[in-house]
């Protein structure tokens, strides 16, 4: 949660900013702070660089604007304070939109689908919660997915709970359920790593997809990186990025 402290540093920082975007074009240099520690959004790689979709799309902004990009890998933690002291120019880290940031900081359109849902094989035909009827739905046990699906899910739908994310995901694997509750980041991982009864989405439980963070007082900045993430959008670059991190399309509708 976002406190008083930090909307109060946010606020007073917005006087030491000037125009983020000149600041940028005069140095050549976009600084961008990124995950390092949650794939397949930002992790290093083996060669000990920076790797995921975030990081695709930092580099793929700094090519549209014609800068150069400087990475600063942030924690889920810091990534907004990097952004109001002044330490990066945008925050391209996993970032989710709600009331509380949005008094903070800017955000841009989505880029990025993160999402809980449904998952489960291509030959079963779900288009919503009472098409689970019947079926039986692994979840993770007090997850997110668990206690929304609960909310919404038939009464002849047959959940199975486990006590985690690998235990959720072995028992679809092996055919002790037919779907699964989960996000769409575990979904992407397990396409990634097997492909023993792929994880196709169904329908979604909760949408929350990802935002570019800008600070307040930016707009030259954040009107250029919405039409950066507009023109990604039409030229398929960004369903590329979707297509290789997350095994997935770029949802439509984002």
């Known amino acids: ?21 000149a600041n940028a074009e005069k140095s050549g240099t976009l600084r961008i702070a990124v995950p390092q520690d949650f794939p397949p959004f930002g992790t290093v790689g083996p060669d000990m660089k920076p790797r995921g979709y975030d990081i695709d799309v930092a580099n793929l902004i700094g090519r549209e604007l014609k800068l150069k990009v400087e990475l600063i890998p942030v924690t889920s933690t810091n990534r907004i304070p990097y952004l109001t002291t002044g330490k990066a120019d945008l925050v391209i880290s ?11 900081i800017d955000f841009s359109s989505a880029y990025a689908p993160f999402y809980n849902g449904i998952f489960g094989p291509p030959d079963i035909a779900i288009k919503s919660a009472a098409d689970t009827a019947g079926k039986t739905v692994g ?26 994310n690998n235990a959720t995901i072995s028992a679809y694997l092996s055919g002790q359920v037919q779907l699964i509750a989960t996000g769409n980041v575990v979904a992407a991982a397990v396409n990634e790593r097997t ?9 979604l439980i909760k949408n929350s997809p990802n935002y570019v963070g800008v600070n307040k007082g930016e707009g030259a900045l954040l009107a250029k990186v919405n039409e950066v993430i507009a023109k990604l959008k039409k030229s398929g670059d960004l369903n590329q990025v979707s297509q290789r ?10």
């Open 94 to 104: 996993t970032l989710g939109k709600n009331a509380e940031r949005e008094k903070v």
């Open 139 to 164: 979840v993770t046990r007090g997850a997110v997915e668990d206690l929304e699906f609960s909310k919404i899910a038939p009464a002849t739908a047959t959940i199975k709970r486990f006590e985690d």
């Open 195 to 203: 492909k023993i009864r792929r994880l196709d989405t169904k329908f």
């Open 1 to 21: 949660m976002i406190g008083a402290s930090l909307i109060g540093s946010a606020v007073l920082s917005a006087n030491v900013h000037a125009d983020a975007l």
């Open 245 to 254: 991190w997350l095994q997935a399309p770029l949802p439509a509708d984002l």
